[in-house]
């Protein structure tokens, strides 16, 4: 007699889980006329699961009536990063041991990508990114990568909100140009990092893909070594790579 409610529970949990992924879509805010489109989800259902999650700190409603995520999620995301960076690092370790060069591993984080683990090169020139730093999405090969398996309009979101801050001389700063370099990621499967974020340094990177969340995983290093012919060893290694992540992050449910 009791699967019935089990099973309303289940659902309740499923409900309450796609609203916090439907806001974190929207950059971490939304309103509920927004989440009322963006979910098939009735409005009474909403209204009834944001009141539980905000009573439970999950959920923070502002002054202007809109929803956010809210605080008690941060630890939940700080433990599952460490969780994921030390699932990759063994990943990463094997592409510096195969490519001589500084291999790192990045999420989607709000309007911008969070660097969750790093392997660094044994190279006394090499690059080092510190684990928890957060970078702009148009201005690296993570960033680009992830923008890549993301829809147009959530792109054009996530820039508007983040802006598009310069570097180099090489960064990207208009969206018509992000677009065009995004379309020849898709093509080929990989972004390239071309002294965009810094001068002297080049990077390829790869979405991982079917990732829980928009992730990527990268290769990088002074120009004078990462070079094209570089590049020819590189892409396989860092596709099997980005493969093997996939197979380790993969829903199983017993």
């Given at each position: 007699m009791s699967?019935?409610k089990?099973?309303?529970?289940?659902?309740?949990v499923?409900?309450?889980?796609e609203?916090?992924?439907?806001?974190?879509?929207?950059?971490?805010?939304a309103?509920?006329s927004?989440?009322a489109?963006?979910?098939?989800?009735?409005?009474p259902?909403?209204?009834?699961?944001?009141?539980?999650l905000?009573?439970?700190?999950?959920?923070?409603q502002?002054?202007?009536?809109?929803?956010?995520?809210?605080?008690?999620?941060?630890?939940?995301?700080e433990?599952?990063?460490?969780?994921?960076?030390?699932?990759?690092?063994?990943?990463?370790?094997?592409?510096?041991?195969?490519?001589?060069?500084?291999?790192?591993?990045?999420?989607?984080?709000?309007?911008?990508?969070?660097?969750?683990?790093?392997?660094?090169?044994?190279?006394?020139?090499?690059?080092?990114?510190?684990?928890?730093?957060?970078?702009?999405?148009?201005?690296?090969?993570?960033?680009?990568?992830?923008?890549?398996?993301?829809?147009?309009?959530?792109?054009?979101?996530?820039?508007?909100?983040?802006?598009?801050?310069?570097?180099?001389?090489?960064?990207?700063t208009?969206?018509?140009?992000?677009?065009?370099?995004?379309?020849?990621?898709?093509?080929?499967?990989?972004a390239?990092?071309?002294?965009?974020q810094?001068?002297?340094?080049r990077?390829?990177?790869?979405?991982?893909?079917?990732?829980?969340?928009?992730?990527?995983?990268?290769?990088?290093?002074?120009?004078?070594?990462?070079?094209?012919e570089?590049?020819e060893?590189?892409?396989?290694?860092?596709?099997?790579?980005?493969?093997?992540?996939?197979?380790?992050?993969?829903?199983?449910?017993?």
């Amino acid at each position: 007699m009791s699967e019935p409610k089990a099973a309303s529970g289940v659902q309740s949990v499923e409900r309450a889980f796609e609203l916090l992924e439907v806001i974190a879509r929207a950059g971490g805010e939304a309103a509920l006329s927004e989440l009322a489109v963006d979910t098939p989800l009735p409005l009474p259902t909403i209204h009834r699961l944001l009141r539980t999650l905000v009573g439970i700190g999950y959920v923070r409603q502002l002054a202007n009536r809109r929803y956010s995520l809210g605080p008690r999620l941060i630890r939940l995301g700080e433990v599952a990063n460490r969780q994921l960076g030390a699932l990759a690092t063994p990943v990463l370790k094997n592409l510096v041991n195969t490519l001589g060069e500084s291999a790192n591993i990045a999420v989607l984080d709000g309007d911008m990508v969070t660097y969750i683990a790093q392997a660094q090169s044994p190279q006394s020139m090499r690059m080092i990114t510190e684990v928890g730093r957060r970078s702009t999405l148009h201005g690296t090969g993570v960033g680009k990568a992830i923008l890549s398996v993301l829809d147009d309009d959530r792109v054009r979101r996530l820039v508007d909100q983040a802006g598009m801050a310069v570097y180099t001389p090489n960064t990207i700063t208009t969206v018509s140009r992000l677009f065009a370099d995004l379309e020849q990621i898709r093509r080929r499967g990989y972004a390239i990092d071309e002294e965009e974020q810094e001068l002297g340094v080049r990077c390829f990177a790869m979405a991982v893909p079917g990732a829980p969340t928009p992730m990527a995983i990268s290769i990088s290093g002074p120009v004078t070594r990462v070079t094209e012919e570089f590049a020819e060893r590189a892409i396989p290694e860092l596709r099997n790579a980005a493969q093997q992540l996939s197979s380790s992050l993969a829903v199983r449910v017993d």
